[in-house]
């Protein structure tokens, strides 16, 4: 049995597999956080406890700032012995790196992950050592910008460097949206963790093709490949992840192309002893990186991943955190796809319904069918933080899942407050 620091995390479906993971490993774990009310908050639903009720500890401490988090860390650890830490939360991968270099605990260097949520980091050092991606500039103000867009060329991609869930990512045409894009950053100087980001802002050309993510487990030096998702992108001119495919649908030369890009990218960051999600596209001159996460992958793919190969990503995580080598062997699931496909609101407003869930929910494929409850205030996704619901399917057959999912979605309607109002 194993004692595991979990600092901080993300409160979505990693909230809940991770401890659920830790606890199937028949291990225990303490919770570390600034802010408590951060997960209240966003507390499940009656139907399921909140997963901080299986923590052996939940305490607080500045985990924003190193200097206090290390010292205490290292006083909770003499006290609670622990023997890995982990976090889900992409905001506190570095420190968590350090906390595990800090007090001798198993992990990924800390340069490594550090360079892996820096998009900006992560652009040099893969340009370096030659791992293919799109032309791209640093830029700090306008000026920069608009003479680095002229050599690049439009259309391209405006990206923060430290922000995640594909947050102020934008597709720009021309200096005006350009201009646009920059403005709208600038107004957004502190993260949802309320700290401080860094106003230096990412140009890249705009890559063309198919999007996909390779998910790995390093470990010791070795990099296991468990798979290729397949993806759609909605929310133009953001780039909002509206569904996943798993296994991707692709020729298998291909799919081993995009994941020696993958490893390739993960050597040259100094990767190991992580899980990971790696995205790319295949574009018409092969795969591009577009980024490296040093965690398991969101978006319920891990669930994907599982629901085909038996193999549990987030058990992986948990593994590697402890200094053991994942178990990756997998099993026989009777299902060649998994899917899910997102309810992405094109517009504001307050949820009365949403139609169709009857037929959808009584559809054999389906296995989890999740939507935002009437009353609620939604969004027009513009990011990955602004989903309605999803529904989640597997079929026997290698793409089936996919093509399920997107037709059960279709099935499903939003419906708002003041629509109703404007039919009574």
């Given amino acids: 049995m194993g004692h595991l620091l ?45 997963p901080l009720l299986t923590a052996r500890n939940v305490l607080t401490a500045d985990t924003n700032d190193p200097q206090v988090l290390l010292p205490y860390v290292e006083r909770l650890h003499s006290a609670l012995s622990f023997d890995g830490v982990v976090s889900s939360c992409d905001y506190y991968l570095p420190a968590v790196a350090a906390i595990a270099e800090r007090v001798a605990l198993p992990g990924p260097r800390t340069d490594g992950v550090l360079a892996a949520c820096r998009k900006d980091l992560t652009r040099r050092r893969l340009a370096d050592a030659g791992v293919p991606g799109p032309r791209f500039a640093l830029c700090r103000d306008f000026a920069e910008a608009s003479t680095a867009a002229q050599e690049i060329g439009y259309p391209l991609v405006v990206k923060p460097v430290d922000l995640c869930a594909g947050m102020y ?90 994941a020696d890009t993958a490893v390739a ?66 099993h026989d699931t009777a299902h060649g796809s998994a899917a899910i496909a997102f309810l992405l609101p094109d517009r504001d407003g307050v949820l009365n319904a949403v139609e ?47 093509r399920t999912a997107e037709h059960l979605l279709a099935r499903l309607a939003l419906r708002y407050e003041h629509d109703a109002a404007a039919t009574a």
């Avoid at 401890?19 to 966003?42: K, M, V, W």
């Avoid at 969004?379 to 996919?402: I, L």
Wanted: proline letters at 7%.
């Fill in 265 to 330: 990218a993960l050597k040259a960051l100094g990767l190991d002893q992580v899980v990971a999600h790696t995205e790319l596209k295949l574009t018409p001159d092969g795969p591009r990186i577009i980024e490296v996460n040093p965690r398991p992958a969101g978006n319920q793919i891990t669930e994907l991943v599982r629901r085909v190969t038996g193999i549990d990503l987030a058990a992986a995580c948990v593994d590697v955190a402890l200094g053991r080598r994942p178990d990756l062997t997998g």
């Fill in 169 to 258: 990512v934008t597709q720009v045409c021309d200096d005006r949206q350009l201009a646009e894009a920059l403005e709208a950053l600038a107004a957004f100087p502190v993260n949802a963790r309320s700290q401080v980001r860094d106003p230096v802002v990412l140009l890249e050309e705009l890559l063309t093709g198919p999007e996909i993510s390779v998910e790995t487990v390093s470990f010791d030096g070795e990099v296991h490949v468990a798979g290729v998702t397949g993806k759609t992108i909605g929310g133009a001119p953001a780039f909002v992840e509206a569904s996943h495919l798993f296994p991707a649908d692709l020729e298998p030369a291909l799919a081993r192309a995009a």
């Fill in 6 to 50: 979990v600092v901080e995390s993300w409160v979505g479906s990693m909230s809940r597999l991770l401890p659920r993971a830790i606890a199937e490993g028949g291990h225990h774990f303490t919770f570390l956080t600034r802010d408590l009310n951060h997960y209240l908050r966003s507390a499940p639903g009656d139907s399921e406890p909140h």
């Fill in 356 to 402: 169709g869930t009857d037929s959808v929910r009584a559809d054999p494929a389906v296995v989890e069918l999740t939507l935002a409850p009437a009353g609620s205030t939604i969004r027009r996704a513009a990011s990955n933080n602004e989903y309605a619901g999803h529904v989640m399917t597997v079929d026997a057959a290698p793409g089936g899942a996919g």
